[in-house]
């Protein structure tokens, strides 16, 4: 293999590879932000401890919720660390995507 062969070689690898992370960025945004949010209010949102669960919550009241948190004009302990590490787009991703689950019947 010539060094000109070698290149084109991994160009290829790396243009696969960055087209495969940006695919299941688009897909699963909201499910990867909203599994960090099941350590604390419980697998899928159903929590088992004093954290209230978040597998009733509505899109839309979700949304404005996470955003009242990172605006910090809704009281939390936590929250509002939470939220404000979220754009507003990725907020209402993870707000359809926890809001998909329900109607899966999960
Ligand atoms: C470190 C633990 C922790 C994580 C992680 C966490 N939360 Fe919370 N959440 C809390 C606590 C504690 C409260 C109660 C309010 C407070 O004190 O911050 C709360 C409150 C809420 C509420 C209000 C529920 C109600 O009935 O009033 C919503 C909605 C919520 N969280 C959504 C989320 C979402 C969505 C995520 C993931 C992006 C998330 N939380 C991640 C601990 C957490």
Redesign the pocket.
């Known amino acids: 293999m010539n060094r000109i062969h070698i290149a084109a070689c991994c160009a290829a690898g790396l243009a696969f590879f960055s087209m495969s992370a940006a695919s299941a960025q688009t897909i699963s945004r909201g499910a990867v932000?909203?599994s960090?949010?099941f350590?604390?209010?419980g697998t899928l949102g159903s929590s088992p401890s004093d954290?209230?669960s978040?597998d009733y919550?509505p899109a839309e009241r979700?949304a404005q919720?996470?955003k009242a948190?990172k605006a910090g004009t809704r009281y939390?302990?936590?929250?509002?660390r939470?939220?404000s590490g979220?754009s507003d787009e990725e907020i209402v991703e993870?707000?359809n995507y926890?809001a998909s689950l329900q109607k899966k019947g999960k």
């Not at 939390?76 to 509002?80: E, I, P, R």
């Open positions: 932000i909203a960090t949010c350590t604390c209010h954290i209230p978040i919550i979700m919720t996470l948190y939390s302990t936590v929250m509002g939470h939220a979220y993870t707000a926890l």
